[in-house]
């Protein structure tokens, strides 16, 4: 349990004006990590090539043993990466499936991930195809079953979310390595959302090849996301951008990318301590339960449904659910009224569409408070004079 003494005194960089409820998409820093990287980009900028040339390799083992003990996994098969996306991308250009192949993976996918799979697949000659997991999901055996009954005999590749991006369901991950591994299928993880969120191990997932970022719940800068890969493909798989080190060893090569800014990777070691600090458990457990609350308040006040079970035995700490207002359907009006809410309420809270309905997504952090779940509340039933069609 964390007392309330222990949150205040916690200081983040958001502005205080701002009901932040979309710790999701980007995380959010604590001061104390923040400046922590502002000093090491002084420093870097007092003598680029010793921090860089002379110490970057060091600098950053020391980080990777920080971050793959964090994540359960050998520091030998920890890449870093930009972000997830970049992540994906490294694993799609390494796979060598003959035409005809089929990747796979769910209607609940990253639309950024979906377009990089579609792409890769009119590429190549592949088919690119969704399974619908069809919500509100019940349990983790119905993903289960429904994934295994989607797969064809000509399916490759599936790529599943750990935590799904719009519908926040948790997957059940370690299920389907093993489904996948009976049936010859290669399975990449999508964990953007899961370090700092899930508790983690990676070694005991084992699948194919597992992407994340440090940027969102584990609250390190942007620019620090990781590639993990199984001992099985190491020597395949390549960074996006090949420069110095190529075929030189998969920690060589995903080491020097060219020129970057090792500061964020540097930075993502020092937020994993931030956390330990508090305890990674007390803070997954905190987010989690505030979750399921703030979920609970929306469902009662809205009598609507949320996506996965009420109880939050689906959910970490993201949670889904169906907004009580209608209006058209399209990208535009759920942009504009996420744009309204931030404007004349300082709510920062992600709108979207999920198949035929219009959802809100929370995330509960640290900074959260209960009540900011009624100044949404609030807000929205003002919002309904401006975008509804139904009351
Ligand atoms: C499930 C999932 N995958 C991938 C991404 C892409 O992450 P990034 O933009 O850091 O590459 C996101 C972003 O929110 C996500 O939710």
């Known amino acids: 349990m964390l007392t309330s003494e222990t949150l205040s005194n916690l200081s983040w960089m958001l502005d205080k004006g701002i009901t932040y409820m979309n710790h999701g998409s980007f995380g959010a820093r604590p001061k104390e990590v923040f400046e922590a990287q502002i000093a090491l980009k002084k420093e870097f900028e007092r003598s680029p090539i010793q921090f860089l040339d002379r110490e970057g390799k060091e600098r950053v083992q020391h980080a990777r043993i920080i971050i793959s003990q964090f994540l359960g996994c050998s520091e030998k098969n920890l890449g870093f990466i930009e972000n997830a996306t970049t992540g994906v991308g490294c694993v799609i250009q390494s796979l060598n499936l003959p035409v005809g192949s089929e990747l796979v993976s769910t209607n609940h996918v990253y639309n950024g991930v979906r377009q990089l799979l579609a792409a890769a697949s009119e590429r190549n000659d592949w088919t690119y195809r969704e399974i619908e997991v069809q919500t509100p999901v019940h349990s983790p055996q119905q993903i289960l079953d429904t994934v295994i009954d989607g797969f064809s005999d000509k399916t490759k590749l599936l790529v599943i979310d750990h935590v799904a991006s719009i519908t926040g369901v948790v997957f059940p991950v370690k299920e389907l390595v093993l489904a996948c591994k009976e049936r010859g299928i290669a399975i990449l993880v999508d964990g953007a959302h899961s370090p700092g969120m899930l508790d983690l191990n990676i070694n005991q997932l084992s699948p194919d090849w597992y992407v994340g970022n440090l940027h969102k719940w584990v609250c390190g800068p942007p620019g620090a996301g990781f590639l993990w890969v199984n001992d099985a493909h190491l020597e395949n798989i390549h960074p996006m951008t090949i420069s110095h080190f190529y075929k030189q060893g998969f920690i060589n090569e995903f080491d020097w990318q060219g020129t970057r800014d090792i500061t964020s990777i540097l930075c993502a070691a020092i937020a994993v301590q931030w956390g330990e600090k508090i ?7 905190h987010n989690h339960s505030l979750a399921v609350s703030m979920q609970s308040k929306l469902i009662d006040a809205w009598k609507g449904e949320s996506l996965s079970p ?34 004349q309420y300082q709510i920062e809270v992600p709108i979207m569409l999920w198949q035929d309905r219009t959802v809100v997504r929370i995330s509960a952090q640290l900074y959260t408070e209960l009540d900011d779940i009624n100044r949404l509340i609030n807000a929205v039933e003002a919002s309904k004079e401006h975008f509804c069609s139904i009351g």
């Open 279 to 285: 305890g990674w458990t007390h803070i997954r457990n």
């Open 310 to 343: 009420s109880n939050g035995s689906m959910i970490g700490s993201m949670a889904t659910v169906q907004l009580p207002i209608g209006f058209p359907l399209v990208e535009e009006t759920v942009d504009a009224m996420q744009k309204w809410l931030y404007d």
